[in-house]
């Protein structure tokens, strides 16, 4: 049981926009900034979003990321086949003292 | 360019002890915070435990705290877990990972992982 709650998967077709969710608390959504990573399978995770909505250089501006209270949520437009991997958010719980991630997201580009 | 490289994973007996090591790249290794998460087999992503810049605050997740020690030798750009009294549910990938800052605000950066597998 992952702290952060995500939905187990998502789908879209290619060129649709898609959203992934993230939902927690007031200890760590609620007080600091959410990180999303991408992972393919076999590979170390990647950062994609840190910070709420900034994007690391060479991550595509299809990718955006926002936050309102304990929530948040990864935005992928223009959807392509090379998106699909899963989805991972992250943030710090200043209760637990540690970082906390979703259970994962995976992406399906139908 | 970031370079984490993790080794030490293997088979290890429940209940026994195993080091897992990180060789950092690429960066100035005591400026930064660096973590270890995990990942088990078809499962998500697990957060272990963090390092200061300086060793001086440590932090672990509850499935580990007792059994697992984080450290680091600065001289040597070297990342350790000492994984005491291993369970068969601390069976994972194990990846070396770090921070943007020296006490810890988010992972920019992770190695391959290293396997380790508890069985006996």
């Known amino acids: 049981q992952s702290v952060l709650t995500q939905p187990p998967s998502a789908s879209g077709a290619p060129g649709q926009r898609v959203t992934i969710s993230c939902s927690g608390s007031?200890?760590?959504?609620?007080?600091?900034?959410i990180n999303w990573y991408q992972q393919f399978p076999g590979t170390a995770p990647k950062l994609l979003i840190h910070?709420?909505?900034h994007r690391p250089s060479g991550v595509p501006d299809r990718f955006s990321g926002s936050k309102s209270g304990t929530s948040a949520s990864l935005a992928i437009s223009g959807l392509r086949s090379e998106d699909e991997a899963a989805y991972y958010c992250?943030?710090?719980?200043?209760?637990?003292?540690?970082?906390?991630f979703g259970g994962g997201t995976k992406l399906t580009v139908l | 360019e970031v370079q984490l490289v993790e080794s030490g994973g293997g088979l290890v007996q429940p209940g026994r002890s195993l080091r897992l090591s990180c060789s950092a790249s690429?960066?100035?290794?005591?400026?930064?915070?660096m973590h270890w998460v995990r990942q088990g087999p078809g499962k998500g992503l697990e957060w272990v435990a963090i390092?200061?810049?300086?060793?001086?605050?440590?932090d672990y997740a509850d499935s580990v705290k007792g059994r697992f020690t984080i450290s680091r030798d600065n001289a040597s750009n070297s990342l350790y877990l000492h994984m005491n009294s291993v369970r068969h549910e601390d069976t994972a990938f194990y990846y070396c990972?770090?921070?943007?800052?020296?006490?810890?605000?988010?992972?920019?950066?992770w190695g391959r992982g290293t396997l380790v597998t508890v069985s006996s």
């Open positions: 990972a770090k921070d943007t800052q020296g006490s810890g605000w988010y992972i920019d950066y």
């Open positions: 690429g960066f100035t290794f005591e400026d930064y915070a």
């Open positions: 390092i200061n810049w300086n060793s001086r605050t440590v």
């Open positions: 007031s200890s760590n959504i609620g007080a600091n900034t």
């Open positions: 910070s709420n909505n």
């Open positions: 992250a943030a710090w719980d200043d209760s637990l003292k540690g970082v906390v």
